[in-house]
């Protein structure tokens, strides 16, 4: 038997579901008992990342470190958090227990550079990208993020907000092409869905570029890791 898989996840909730229907479709399976073991902890409580690294709300560190205990108590052997801002404070969650944690970020980074693409366009939330993780993640590899103006960021905002509350319709799905489109224009060679609910809304075949999938990334490394 795998390991199992314990999942710091609600942020958002729909971004959670998305990542545990991903591990599913990847999983090379043909039993019920070929699947990984995840025990979730959907907590849509968790405060406001982005408002938090703005200085403008509570950090969720507390919470995310209760949430890493409370899943190893419950019996998980590693763990994985299906939110790219909540990687400011993965910290927190390494702190408050010995077990193994995949980082989403650095597993997209990594992604992003296979094919050899130096210009890596990213779509992101204002904390991911006020706390520099991608920035960082694709320095450290050589390679350089392209992001958002502000113009365009303001509107990134406003579709990932809509996403979250349900909608992902045919007006925000041609708004995030638009915003692709742009850092394409722009030099991206790549892009990196920055943010887990920007799969919701924008797929690879809508691009001439390839798109990295964040919680794809994630959800291979689970499945390697539980092996």
Not at 189 to 214: F, H, M, Q, R, Y
């Amino acid at each position: 038997m795998g390991r199992t898989v314990g999942v710091i996840g609600g942020m958002g909730p729909a971004a959670t579901v998305h990542f545990m229907g991903r591990v599913l479709a990847l999983t090379p399976a043909s039993a019920d008992q070929d699947h990984v073991r995840l025990i979730v902890d959907s907590n849509g409580a968790v405060p406001d990342r982005n408002a938090a690294i703005r200085g403008e709300g509570a950090s969720p560190a507390p919470v995310l470190a209760a949430m890493a205990r409370g899943l190893e108590r419950a019996g998980a052997e590693l763990l994985v958090m299906p939110c790219n801002t909540a990687h400011a404070f993965a910290g927190a969650v390494r702190g408050a227990t010995p077990l193994p944690f995949l980082h989403l970020v650095d597993l997209a980074c990594d992604e992003a550079l296979a094919s050899g693409a130096t210009q890596i366009g990213v779509l992101a939330a204002d904390g991911c990208r006020q706390a520099g993780l991608y920035q960082r993640g694709l320095a450290a590899r050589g390679a350089q993020a392209r992001l958002c103006d502000d113009d365009d960021q303001r509107r990134f905002m406003a579709l990932l907000y809509r996403i979250k509350a349900g909608d992902a319709g045919e007006a925000v799905r041609a708004g995030m092409l638009a915003l692709a489109r742009g850092l394409i224009d722009r030099g991206a060679e790549t892009l990196v869905a920055g943010c887990t609910e920007v799969p919701l809304a924008l797929k690879p075949g809508d691009l001439v570029v390839p798109l990295i999938d964040s919680l794809d990334a994630l959800a291979r490394a689970t499945i390697a890791a539980a092996g």
